[in-house]
């Protein structure tokens, strides 16, 4: 039978820039070792003059004890120049509510970054003549959006792709639809369909070239046999 000791321990949440999610992270993590009440509470408050029965002071050096274990979990998450900003810091409560005000601008600056994305996403569009692979190239806007804690799913920008297609595109496009679940698709798929597609229309259009230059060239070879024939006249 497995002991408590040889369970493995969950990961210390580490502050990658993306202060919102770990916020929900290391909130998880402290609730699950029943510290939560550390960062919301704090460690109760008593006056000096009051005196404290046994038990209360048993309670309050547990407490203290947890908050410096709390303090290194917090220590542990972020890197040397963060950690150099909390340390005159004595409590878990006043570490997280500096870590707090440091990062609310950030958190608006990054706000504002992915409103930026948002909106360069809903406009992309394929141009007319744009190579598929340069398309393609251009809707890496969904992973900036995910490197900003964006939820963005393969489906969507597939869907987003499938929309933005010119007009030469859309029986190919209906044909995607038809023949695929898309929510099972990978982007890798629709563009190797869309290439391939690409190729095809690039084939017949240098083939239509090939003969019209034929072609004006059979006539412009009977106009001047004609046109000899006149003047032998």
Same mark, same amino acid.
């Not at 489906?155 to 639809?177: G, N, Q």
């Not at 229309?201 to 046999?225: D, F, I, P, S």
């Given at each position: 039978m497995a002991t408590e000791s040889s369970f493995v321990q969950p990961a210390i949440p580490k502050l990658n820039g993306h202060y919102d999610h770990w916020c929900m992270l290391i909130e998880n993590f402290l609730h699950s070792k029943e510290y939560w009440s550390l960062i919301e509470q704090g460690i109760p408050k008593v006056g000096e003059e009051i005196a404290l029965i046994e038990e209360q002071r048993k309670a309050i050096e547990n407490a203290k004890l947890k908050d410096l274990k709390v303090e290194n979990y917090l220590f542990q998450a972020n890197d040397r120049s963060i950690l150099e900003t909390i340390l005159n810091k004595d409590t878990t409560k006043s570490i997280w509510d500096s870590l707090k005000q440091k990062y609310q601008g950030i958190v608006r600056v990054q706000h504002a970054q992915r409103q930026a994305l948002r909106r360069e996403f809903e406009v992309l569009n394929l141009k007319v003549g744009e190579p598929i692979n340069e398309?393609?190239?251009?809707?890496?806007?969904?992973?900036?959006?995910?490197?900003?804690?964006?939820?963005?799913?393969? =489906?969507?920008? #597939? %869907?987003?792709?499938?929309?933005?297609? +010119?007009?030469?595109? *859309?029986?190919? =496009?209906?044909? #995607? %639809?038809?023949?695929?679940?898309?929510? +099972?698709?990978?982007? *890798?798929?629709?563009?190797?369909?869309?290439?391939?597609?690409?190729?095809?229309?690039?084939?017949?259009?240098?083939?239509?070239?090939?003969?019209?230059?034929?072609?004006?060239?059979?006539?412009?070879?009977?106009?001047?046999?004609?046109?000899?024939?006149?003047?032998?006249?």
């Open positions: 398309y393609f190239a251009r809707t890496l806007t969904s992973n900036k959006l995910r490197n900003h804690g964006e939820n963005m799913t393969d =489906v969507v920008v #597939i %869907e987003k792709i499938l929309r933005s297609m +010119t007009p030469k595109f *859309d029986y190919v =496009v209906c044909s #995607i %639809e038809e023949s695929n679940d898309l929510n +099972t698709l990978s982007i *890798d798929d629709l563009q190797s369909s869309l290439l391939v597609h690409e190729q095809r229309m690039n084939g017949h259009a240098m083939e239509k070239q090939a003969l019209k230059v034929t072609y004006e060239k059979q006539l412009g070879g009977r106009g001047r046999g004609c046109g000899g024939f006149s003047r032998r006249g």
